[in-house]
C-alpha cells in the first residue's frame, strides 16, 4: 500500500479550509437587497445632522426624519447608494458621514502616533543594545586587570 506524501496532505487541508471559508462566507447565497434593507443600511451610514454621534436611523430629530425621507424618495428614483451618499454629502458636507473619508488631516492623526511608537521603540532598541555592550574603556581596564 502506497502512503500518501506529506505535501499532498497539506495541499488538501488547504483546500479544505479555502472552499470551506468560501461557501461559509455567503458569497454564493447573496440575495439582492429590498428597497427597505438599503433604506435601512444607507440610515446607519449616516450621521444626523443637527445630532453629536448619532445615526439618522438612531435619531429622532426633524433633521434625521427629513434625512430618512429623502433617502427613501431617492432609492424609489431608482439612485445608487454612492449617488445617495454623494448627494447628501454635497449638501451637508463630509460631516453627514459617520465614517468620513480617508485623507488629508485624518491621514495625518492617525500616522503621528504610530510614527512616535516607531520611533520610541527605536531608541529603546537603541539604548537596550549600548548596555548590553561594555564600552571600549571597560573592556581594556578589565584585561589590563587580569594580567
Do not use: H
Not at 19 to 48: H, W, Y
Amino acid at each position: 500500500m502506497k502512503t500518501i506524501p506529506m505535501w499532498a496532505r497539506w495541499v488538501a487541508m488547504a483546500v479544505i479550509l479555502c472552499a470551506t471559508l468560501f461557501i461559509g462566507s455567503g458569497v454564493l447565497d447573496e440575495t439582492p437587497m429590498t428597497n427597505s434593507q438599503r433604506a435601512t443600511a444607507l440610515e446607519n451610514q449616516l450621521k444626523c445632522p443637527a445630532c453629536q454621534d448619532l445615526s439618522v436611523a438612531q435619531s429622532s430629530s426633524a433633521s434625521s426624519l427629513a434625512v430618512r425621507a429623502q433617502i427613501k424618495v431617492d432609492i424609489a428614483r431608482g439612485m445608487s447608494d454612492s449617488e445617495i451618499i454623494d448627494q447628501l454629502t454635497a449638501r451637508y458636507g463630509n460631516a453627514v458621514l459617520l465614517t468620513p473619508p480617508a485623507g488629508g488631516i485624518s491621514v495625518v492623526l492617525w500616522a503621528v502616533p504610530v510614527g512616535i511608537v516607531v520611533v520610541a521603540a527605536g531608541v529603546i532598541v537603541l539604548i537596550m543594545r549600548r548596555r548590553k555592550q561594555p564600552s571600549q574603556s571597560t573592556a581594556t581596564s578589565l584585561e589590563k586587570s587580569k594580567s
